[in-house]
């Protein structure tokens, strides 16, 4: 149900869409009424549901509607983990309303420490307005990422990173990503293969062997998440379990 981004990320291209199966994929973007209408749907299915989440398909904490659903969710059913996903632009400002929503969860998705290959990665950031490109840009992001995963800390969130492989671009530089996260107080990294869509649709995703041996490397710093299935931004239901069944809203 986020809409709007403040960064672009080259990987990107958002998608509304029933068929394709990728993360930035969205059959409906929903309001917040309408989600808690979903929500309340996939609770009465009795789906083992434990965890709400507002995931994209653009930047949640860029779009107002993200605070408005997690506190409803929050008051209505008040037992299920809520958790945001993020570029982390945002969320140095953004770490208090969170922790007062009661999210317990960040999944940060950082692709890199150094702005050089940040600036390969991101086509702009957008901070008050204004627009950053190249090194500039990816220095912003990458230092509110890190400022951020720190606030989200020492509020008690439990952060996960999510790193997006690209071979050709951020390979060798994954353990330094790994590392840092680690020192910030980050829980578990989630290492996920290239979807060469958009502006990198020419280049390869990296192979099974690449990831294995990424999480192996990272491993040695951070607890590696080995069940992601990149779902897609409405994805209902256990990873590795039922590859993201999708919860059909009925809007
Ligand atoms: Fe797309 Fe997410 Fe990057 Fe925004 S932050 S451009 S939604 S991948």
Known sequence: MALKCNIQCR??????SSSEDRPGVTENILSP???METLREAVELDFPLRVVAVAGPGEPLANQETFEVLQMAKEEFPDLIRCLATNGLALPEKAEVL???GISTVTVTANAIDPEIGAKIYEYVRVNGRRY???????????????GVKEAVTRGMVVKINTVLIPDIN????TEVAKVY???GANIMNIMP???VGKFAHMRPPTREEVIAAQAACGAYIEQFRVCQQCRADACGIPAIDHGRRCKPKY
């Open 182 to 184: 680690e020192q910030l």
């Open 33 to 35: 009424l309408e989600a």
């Open 171 to 174: 390979a060798g530089h994954l």
């Open 99 to 101: 922790e007062e929503i």
């Open 133 to 147: 490109t190249g090194k500039e840009a990816a220095k912003i992001l990458i230092d509110r990422q890190q400022q």
């Open 194 to 196: 290239l979807i060469p």
């Open 11 to 16: 990987y990107c291209v958002r998608s509304i």
